[in-house]
């Protein structure tokens, strides 16, 4: 599948992203098969949110890399954070839930193509 970019100096995405609101309710093993399936399939990108699945997609999908490492260095991520989402898994504080967010499974700080932000004043938070 062709890949195109957002931006001149930005990373290459897949035509097509997958979104991975719902993996929470399949069991690992189901999502490494929509990993390598997408993957194989050419659809290269994922769409993640730190609120996607109550606050769990993001570590089962962490999960599943962990298990298949190889397969980070075949993927884009693309990954959103600002809205506050009523859950008992919800950080206070937005500033420690984008650091929570970022240095979490999926990120460990290295691993985002792209982080979005919802919250234009996020920057009064730093």
């Given at each position: 599948?062709?890949?195109?970019?957002?931006?001149p100096e930005g990373p290459a995405l897949s035509r097509l992203?997958?979104?991975?609101?719902?993996?929470?309710?399949?069991?690992?093993?189901?999502?490494?098969?929509?990993?390598?399936?997408?993957?194989?399939?050419?659809?290269?990108?994922?769409?993640?949110?730190?609120?996607?699945?109550?606050?769990?997609?993001?570590?089962?999908?962490?999960?599943?890399?962990?298990?298949?490492?190889?397969?980070?260095?075949?993927?884009?991520?693309?990954?959103?954070?600002?809205?506050?989402?009523?859950?008992?898994?919800?950080?206070?504080?937005?500033?420690?839930?984008?650091?929570?967010?970022?240095?979490?499974?999926?990120?460990?700080?290295?691993?985002?193509?792209?982080?979005?932000?919802?919250?234009?004043?996020?920057?009064?938070?730093?």
């Amino acid at each position: 599948m062709q890949k195109i970019k957002i931006h001149p100096e930005g990373p290459a995405l897949s035509r097509l992203v997958v979104g991975v609101w719902r993996w929470h309710t399949v069991s690992a093993q189901h999502v490494e098969v929509l990993i390598k399936t997408s993957i194989a399939s050419g659809i290269t990108s994922f769409d993640h949110a730190d609120i996607y699945g109550n606050y769990s997609c993001e570590e089962i999908f962490g999960n599943a890399l962990r298990g298949s490492s190889s397969l980070r260095n075949e993927m884009e991520i693309v990954t959103k954070c600002g809205i506050k989402l009523l859950s008992d898994k919800r950080l206070d504080h937005l500033k420690n839930r984008i650091s929570a967010m970022v240095w979490s499974p999926l990120g460990g700080g290295k691993y985002f193509e792209n982080l979005i932000n919802y919250n234009v004043n996020i920057i009064y938070c730093f």
